[in-house]
């Protein structure tokens, strides 16, 4: 799998040591270091 082809990336400032990949447009599926806690987030808060 090319990671950077779905946008993985590492968060930085207080959500460092998290992780975010493109789900659709503005959702993202954001992950901890052990993939234990998951969370499909609106990039934008919208």
């Given at each position: 799998m090319d990671a950077?082809?779905?946008g993985c990336?590492?968060?930085t400032g207080?959500?460092?040591g998290r992780?975010?990949?493109v789900a659709l447009r503005d959702?993202?599926?954001t992950f901890?270091?052990?993939a234990?806690?998951?969370?499909?987030e609106d990039h934008h808060g919208g």
């Open positions: 950077v082809s779905y990336h590492a968060l207080d959500r460092a992780f975010s990949i959702w993202r599926i901890g270091e052990d234990v806690e998951v969370g499909l």
